[in-house]
């Protein structure tokens, strides 16, 4: 089973809605992230979080909400998608800072 | 602030060809550099990486080298096959947990290598 699982994979949904897009790892690492890719941007940061109870905004937070459940789950939320929030959307991973991120497969949404 | 300029792409080679990937950074702390790869339709994979100066990551036939001096961590393979073509990226992550950066990975805009036969 893969460590870090998002889900859905793939979304398409309206200008307007509420969506939720859930993350969890069984690495056991306390430090988890949301990053956004746009073609030709690499990844940029949207939230973080180092436990259940410290949570900060990354680079590109507007327009996004998220919520650690537990050490093992973070989820995004956008409260009202928009069409340029069209992206891939990873949850990543890791044991501490200067050390390797693990990422999920990824979460391709659509706002139509 | 911290962050990772990669070569433009794309780059298109043949088969056995020798790749270059330069990638340079600029950091307020000690960083580890990391290079990862992400293929068609999935998620990015850690191809290799070096925590401190003059250190060389290797993996699957890829090089990288830490070169403080020149502040550059480039990614070099002698020989690539079809099977390299992905999204290669560039990334740093400060070692001290102080500061803004906590840990964070900061990215280069990825470079997209095709391979051909």
């Known amino acids: 089973d893969a460590d870090v699982t998002q889900t859905p994979r793939n979304r398409i949904t309206k200008t307007g809605k509420r969506i939720m897009l859930e993350c969890s790892q069984t690495?056991?690492?306390?430090?988890m992230y949301w990053y956004r890719q746009d073609p030709g941007l690499g990844l940029q940061l949207i939230y973080y979080?180092?436990?259940?109870?410290?949570?900060n905004k990354g680079e590109i937070s507007d327009g996004y909400s998220v919520s650690r459940q537990a050490q093992a789950k973070f989820s995004l939320s956008l409260e009202s998608a928009i069409p340029n929030q069209t992206a891939l959307y990873f949850c990543?991973?890791?044991?501490?800072?200067?050390?390797?991120?693990?990422f999920g497969p990824g979460t391709r949404l659509t706002v139509l | 602030g911290d962050s990772v300029t990669q070569m433009e792409g794309p780059v298109t080679l043949s088969e056995e060809a020798f790749l270059t990937i330069n990638c340079t950074y600029t950091?307020?702390?000690?960083?580890?550099l990391f290079w990862y790869v992400q293929y068609p339709g999935e998620g990015l994979q850690l191809l290799l990486k070096?925590?401190?100066?003059?250190d060389k990551g290797s993996n699957k036939g890829f090089e990288a080298t830490y070169r403080k001096e020149t502040t550059s961590f480039h990614l070099e393979k002698g020989s690539v096959q079809v099977s390299d073509s992905a999204v290669y990226f560039c990334?740093?992550?400060?070692?001290?947990?102080?500061?803004?950066?906590?840990?964070?990975?900061?990215f280069g805009q990825g470079t997209i290598l095709t391979v051909h036969p």
């Open positions: 990543a991973t890791s044991a501490g800072a200067g050390v390797e991120q693990f």
């Open positions: 690495k056991g690492h306390d430090r």
């Open positions: 979080s180092f436990d259940v109870k410290d949570i």
């Open positions: 950091a307020t702390g000690y960083p580890s």
């Open positions: 070096a925590t401190k100066a003059d």
């Open positions: 990334a740093l992550s400060l070692r001290q947990a102080g500061g803004t950066s906590y840990g964070k990975l900061t």
